[in-house]
């Protein structure tokens, strides 16, 4: 499985969970079902730029977007698009032990 591959399964995991629960946990959740989106997004927008080495490394995480949701909500992310790209290039430093992806 690649990356790429594993990116999109996370989330049509996470997605097909959210459908199968009813209208107001959806809608409780929609929060969360909208920046894992982003998320799925910017991590396959970063993917094009990185090494093997770094793919391997993130290949072997768990699950790579509960991760990033996490680290996104202990952030304090402000709902501004800058703000959300510079939080998942720390996120993906975090997990890549780099300065900077």
């Not at 594993?6 to 809608?27: A, P």
């Not at 993130?58 to 402000?78: P, Q």
């Amino acid at each position: 499985m690649t990356l790429n591959e594993k990116v999109h399964y996370e989330y049509e995991r996470f997605y097909l969970d959210m459908m199968r629960t009813s209208k107001e946990n959806i809608f409780a959740h929609s929060d969360e079902i909208e920046a894992k989106k982003m998320l799925k997004k910017a991590i396959l927008n970063k993917i094009k730029n990185m090494n093997e080495d770094e793919v391997e490394s993130l290949l072997v995480e768990d699950n790579l977007l509960e991760s990033a949701y996490h680290f996104l909500k202990e952030a304090r992310w402000d709902n501004e698009a800058e703000s959300f790209h510079q939080i998942v290039s720390q996120w993906l430093a975090a997990l890549l032990k780099t300065d900077e992806v």
